[in-house]
């Protein structure tokens, strides 16, 4: 088979590290070259040392970037929309992990992100990156914009409940507790280990710019009353989304298991989890670092209409590189699953 | 100054222990006894390691209780009230730390604990533990019904806005994560450290006991529509509250603090935690562990009428114990803040 | 190709599970039955639950196994040699993860075990479970005894010292930090989150079983004067060995270098960490969770003739099951690392 | 009684804000100022939030240091030998925490230092700060210099050994695991939450200063042969301390216990731990997170003349400003346990 070459533009972090060790063990792929401005010329195992021996590749810096079949880019947000030009006379297809094209509509970039998007035209060239709710649109896309990782989870725990139109006009309330690898590899005061150690913080009370993506993406049939809110705790990788939405029928947990089932029975990287005893009935990052499924289950309350949501991830796999290569696969027709059936470690 | 003789009928436990810890540096109790069934006739320090050298006491067993001035009663729920009347023969007071006595309604015990309660009689007499509420019942209280821990986060953090009459008729989502510790110390399955090692656990999606409080604490002219769900975190004390509550009027932030330091302005043990800058700008358990502080602050979101309000405590404390020296300094006309001084440690 | 057909004996605890999630993913296996007593005829993933979706295999009993190509076993320590006559009838090829058949010496099994030998006679026949020091053997062998994690841990990072004679008489120390997953899946007091959560418990302070395999191994050439501790930290998996060893010529970092690239230089399976700067520069654990790799590294005191030498492994993996499943691969023909090229997370 | 009036100089740290957090409960001391160039004019509580409502202190700069009765140095190290005649100028007593004035040996400081001592004439005046050792010479000093953490729980461990001359020539090894907020407030790249949640860095495997220390005061009849590694773990607070000494004679463990009772029997802050059952045999700095006890256990090897002494302490307090108030408390004749009272928590 010939092989795709792919260079990962922004790799130094830790969603270029993950996409790189993703990308390392695809049958299907050369990694032509990732790109660090900082670390130019330095081996990538300084910055990722889980791959020494695994590879011996050095960092390049953009400049020296080469044509290829697709560039990866994990850059800082801000910068995909002004150098997209630059990329896409390197290649024809461009997977954008940034949140620069996520949003479709100018006014709601603006409103979430706080400032003018430099590209708008391009706007609605990028195919929203969650598979489970845009595959046919992947197949035939050549951009494609990975999704927020928050918002993946939010998503994808509410999207069959939307989706069937059963959710009243009563706020739904989003909770998301997130490990500090979603912030990045930018150390801070507020990083520091005897500080972030023990911490719960909650970074975002309101105005996340995930909160745009949701709304986007569950807005189906008429807009959604969601408010999101997001906590960091002491953890490294994982997102834990509570989703309380109130339902307008008086809906049994049968009605909503068809749902769910009807949504994501043959998805690959959904898993519903509900089991009535036993130490792992509900879904739990825990045991999904490293892998790309989403686990999803729900409660209903038996006093009121609220069922709680529970969805998680790995927010460095669904919820960036691990995504972003599943999109990449439907894109070129490979195997959705390729490189990424690595099912998580118990106990861990 | 002649010391109370105070006697602590539970004392292997966490509550037992951190009692027991606070009642040893209060200068006007004498520890009468201290009971465990299963250690009768060890000393203390075996299951509270951090009082050797501080403490030579041993375990008394139940039956050799004698008469004192105090009874505090940290058994497993149920146990109080099946054993109240004999307790009420060895002392004229008893602040009881367990769900027996904490809802006034005959109804409301039988909703939230399933089952009938032994002694409905006495309900009426106890005085819920939460000083901030009932400060003024309390000082000519007999018997005193040490609030639940995740009750007393989610009502300080609301009771501002309830009483103020702000909050609309849209549900309340009250979401706390919590420590390990709440459990208490029998080991299970899923208390195993390498299952419960970074574990985040979704345990009560609805129908948690503490629910019964709050309706009954907030529900002040109305009754209220509030929304709770518990999930455990990797953390071993520790309660952070987020509450979500849709206001009625379009009230701005300088309103709300009115309202906060209206109710709370005098209060030894409320902080409000709301910085514009730095990384310490909301409430977080981390820094109040063994303190008996209850820390709150709140952010409005400025595109609906939603407030977040986040509370934290130390749920051994202010949640447990601390709250419980707290009521008996009062009912005991001493200085409410005796043994209570220790401000928390930074960084932990 | 015609798959082996394999049974893991044992397989609800950590051990087991991990070498399920490795064997479902190699391409030459074919798993056969999984037992549990406990857990006979449930589904595996109620145990693991890491492997949702990815196997539908239900625990049968022991009773209930049938004939195959190799048996792989992980019972509790004591059983294998118990039952080996059985499981002998059921496979030409046995690998066993307990420490039944890792002494060839009986006297020195009686000394560290505290009890007789069931079956003196076949410890001759196991092959001792390192690849690195008894490759050539297991590609005949018909038994393996996989090496106990410490043990793995420590020669692997002395080996090369011992091999060519330059360890002093003085006394080696050898310091194991290490994670809960090693005591297995069973709960008790000291497992309990709150009170194993952060604690530091130096569980063998001498006496440690795996002292008997490290001091088989390194007595190479003469009787080794080693002394062994080891401590539990908050950790679930890895294992972080510090050994202090006094050499016995004025050698230098680069003789040194020498010795390991001499013994180590072609394995797949060790890295050589030692830079100069950045934050990696030695072995951690941390980053190899799920990874076969031993990372070892080495320093010399400028001072003294004392070396100090870091090795780092996954206990269940190079540990456990994944150095079982390297055997495996060896004793089979198969390539050395199938099943086994997961190169670990960055952060997590 | 009259107060004595005292200065923190550096008191934006950690070991300044621990000192701050003691003090601000010390009956016989006014808090007079508390510096910090960084922070001068802005609230104390902005670095220590643990301290909110506790105090309403801001920093000074320590060029308006005023002249007070005692003078508390937390400056880096390097700085307080530079300043110290200006100190001298506002002060009769100083307390230094930093390391400047440990050594009394010029040469020492300048192996251990790598650099030379500005102030060597100095360093005779200092009393080394471990009550333990050095109570007498306290009670008359002008000028204390507080011990190293690391250094404290190595030699209060082995004081009793090396007093009574039972170690061998044969070599010792420490080996200490430490928290992250031994480094201090400073952060970096390696103290970056993703990178050093769950790390394991043995950061200084030979050459850690702390050994001119553990050399100076356990050399007491003859030079010791000790050898010292550090390594930090996923701890925020806390001390670790494993010795491996070797014993000249054949004791058993009364011997043992007699030197150690013999040494530490009327002490108020050191522990004998040693238990034969339960989950809390040896000392673990978990339950010692705000107290300034120093706990000690031992076990002697059955097989071999090895004697493993466990102690444990945290380094803010027995190893830092717990220490410092100790020795303030001996030097001013006040009750040493004077705002030193806190016992630890359990659990946490």
């Known amino acids: 088979m010939d092989k795709l070459s792919v260079s990962i533009v922004g790799g130094s972090g830790y969603t270029g590290g993950e996409l790189l060790r993703l990308l390392l063990f695809h049958p299907a792929v050369e990694i032509r070259q990732i790109t660090s401005e900082r670390n130019a010329g330095k081996l990538v195992t300084r910055q990722h040392p889980n791959l020494r021996t695994v590879t011996t590749l050095k960092f390049s810096s953009m400049e020296e970037l080469e044509k290829c079949d697709l560039l990866f880019l994990c850059l800082p947000h801000g910068q995909s929309m002004e150098k997209i030009d630059f990329f896409r ?6 997977i954008d992990l940034s949140g620069d094209f996520r949003l479709r509509d100018t006014a709601a970039f603006e409103k979430w992100y706080e400032k003018e998007h430099v590209n708008p035209g391009l706007l609605e060239d990028f195919v929203y990156g969650i598979p489970e709710l845009h595959r046919a649109e992947m197949k035939n896309a050549s951009f494609i914009s990975s999704a927020g990782c928050n918002a993946t989870s939010a998503i994808l725990g509410l999207y069959p409940l939307y989706k069937q139109g059963v959710v009243s006009d009563q706020p739904s309330v989003i909770e998301v507790k997130a490990g500090t690898s979603q912030a990045g590899a930018s150390f801070n005061e507020g990083s520091h280990h005897p500080e972030r150690s023990g911490a719960i ?37 994982g997102i834990h989304c509570v989703s309380h939405v109130f339902l307008n029928d008086d809906l049994n947990e049968k009605d909503i298991w068809k749902m769910y089932r009807s949504a994501y029975g043959d998805e690959p990287f959904i898993r519903i989890v509900k089991e009535q005893s036993g130490i792992h009935r509900l879904p739990d990052p825990k045991i999904l670092s490293g892998s790309n499924y989403c686990d999803i289950g729900f409660i209903k309350d038996t006093d009121s209409n609220r069922l709680v949501v529970i969805s998680a991830i790995d927010n ?13 696969n439907i894109m070129n027709g490979f195997d959705e699953t390729t490189a990424l059936t690595f099912p998580g470690l118990h106990p861990v």
Not at 89 to 94: H, Q, S
Not at 210 to 236: R, Y
Not at 316 to 328: D, E, N, T
């Open 316 to 328: 460095l796999m669904k919820g960036a590189a691990g995504q972003a290569v599943q999109a990449f």
């Open 201 to 237: 913080r909650t970074y975002k009370p309101f105005g996340h710019r995930h909160t745009g993506e949701i709304i986007q993406e569950l807005s189906i049939d008429k807009p959604v009353n969601v408010h999101f809110t997001a906590t960091s705790i002491d953890m490294v990788r």
């Open 89 to 94: 006379t390197l290649a024809p297809k461009i």
